[in-house]
């Protein structure tokens, strides 16, 4: 087991994409942005996060923008909903002495009301804010906060982005299959392990 596991949340850890896809219409509209239709959100799922940002007409700069628009929104509706098994897992990664943290491009504050008081107490550190396209520096400061190095954790998350900001780190990348992008979309990324069921992340190695 590694000894530092760094979770990206929504997606990975919070069942929002239902949240994010009843709210993207708005959003598109305020933010000049082409929403997916219904019938378009698997073969969006397909896509790395970079390809999809282009065919919705995003630019990158305008992320940031809409991502504390989506926050905002969140904040005002209930908490998130945990995948299945999530809190269970959490708990019995931390019993077995495996250090937890967080690193989202959702806020703190929505973060820890979807884990609630007991269960946010399992992680050392929760960063929070971090931009969808450049979660490396919030990676580093995680290291740095826990005395780790790259080789010692592991990143889970659950879009080619988290792939790539754990690339530019050097940390180990394993990919849930349960989030936003299909897991075909993680086929033949390097150091990339697949966790297809809930259960597996007690499993994790460090390659």
């Given amino acids: 087991m590694p000894a530092l596991i760094i979770f990206d949340f929504d997606g990975t850890l919070a069942d929002s994409l239902g949240f994010f896809l009843s709210t993207q219409r708005a959003l598109a509209a305020r933010h000049g942005f082409r929403a997916a239709q219904a019938h378009e959100v698997d073969a969006a799922r397909r896509l790395t ?3 999809l940002l282009k065919q919705s007409g995003l630019p990158a700069w305008r992320v940031p923008l809409v991502a504390a628009d989506f926050i905002r929104l969140m904040r005002s509706a209930p908490p998130a909903a945990l ?3 999530i809190a269970q897992t959490v708990s019995a990664l931390h019993a077995g002495g495996t250090r937890l943290a ?3 491009s959702n806020s703190v504050d929505n ?6 008081e007991e269960l946010g107490t399992k992680f050392a550190v929760i960063e929070g804010g971090a931009h969808l396209l450049g979660k490396q520096r919030a990676l580093r400061r995680v290291l740095r906060a826990t005395s780790h190095t790259p080789a010692q954790a592991v990143y889970v998350g659950d879009q080619v982005a988290d792939w790539e900001a754990a690339q530019v780190v050097g940390l180990p990348f394993a990919a849930v299959a349960w989030g936003y992008a299909h897991p075909d979309v993680f086929a033949g990324l390097a150091g990339t392990q697949l966790i297809e069921r809930v259960e597996e992340l007690l499993a994790l190695g460090v390659r």
Wanted: proline residues 0%.
């Fill in 102 to 104: 967080v690193v989202s």
């Fill in 111 to 116: 973060v820890q009301r979807a884990l609630g």
């Fill in 49 to 51: 996060t970079r390809a």
């Fill in 83 to 85: 995948f299945s098994g």
